[in-house]
């Protein structure tokens, strides 16, 4: 069984739109959830990480967390084309130092 | 400040000929992992160190093998490629304390194919 779950996708917008990536996860004794992203045949890269519930804002990026619900969402507003790339949610559980991650969702920002 | 490092960028096997993928960090990083990445797959687990001298499996170990040759070292080994071992293998490692806290770096990758 999968423990992190991401829309398949693709997802499309258009410049200037808000891109909403969405992550559900099924062990409730997750502590620490991450956003990567990967542009294609790069490494990913952090750019957002939250462990508390409640909203997280980074520019303009948005983390959501609802431990109750079980979901972390990525909030993207003023997409731009350069945002294009393949967004991986990853999730900590307990005190190991393992991620497991999502399958990833590809944004395509349309000019 | 190189973060880490992969080695080879590249390599094409014959089925049944091993490897060793090497990676290296210079953060002083106490973990280190790796994975592949697959199309559609996301990234996968296949072993990781949580700290010099110990090593664990994680979600894909099978037909792999690894070694913590110090804390800047962890090196991936195939000891009979298969077809199904073609993939992109990432490395990565983590801090402990600091600014790198909670955070996996993760190296350029070595893209393998297996004949």
């Known amino acids: 069984q999968k423990e992190v779950e991401q829309n398949s996708g693709p997802l499309s917008v258009p410049e200037g739109a808000i891109a909403s990536l969405n992550c559900t996860y099924s062990d409730r004794g997750s502590q620490s959830f991450f956003w990567y992203r990967q542009y294609s045949g790069k490494s990913p890269e952090l750019i957002m990480s939250i462990y508390s519930n409640g909203d997280k804002e980074d520019g303009r990026f948005t983390a959501q967390l609802n431990k109750a619900s079980q979901y972390v969402s990525l909030l993207i507003r003023d997409s731009q084309p350069s945002d294009s790339a393949t967004y991986l949610c990853?999730?900590?559980?307990?005190?190991?130092?393992?991620?497991?991650f999502g399958k990833g969702i590809t944004l395509s920002v349309r000019p | 400040n190189a973060g880490v490092t992969q080695t080879p960028k590249f390599q094409v096997l014959k089925t049944g000929q091993s490897m060793t993928l090497q990676c290296a960090q210079d953060?002083?990083?106490?973990?280190m992992y790796w994975y592949r990445q697959d199309p559609g797959m996301g990234l996968r687990l296949i072993y990781y160190?949580?700290?010099?001298?110990?090593?664990d499996k994680g979600e894909v170990p099978n037909g792999y093998n690894v070694s913590r040759l110090n804390k800047r070292e962890f090196s991936l080994r195939l000891e009979s490629a298969a077809p199904s071992q073609t993939s992109v293998y990432f490395c990565a490692s983590m801090g402990l304390a600091g600014r790198s806290y909670n955070e996996q770096f993760f190296g350029p990758g070595t893209r393998l194919t297996v004949l």
């Open positions: 990853a999730v900590r559980t307990g005190a190991n130092s393992k991620l497991t």
């Open positions: 953060m002083n990083h106490n973990s």
């Open positions: 160190s949580a700290s010099e001298g110990t090593t």
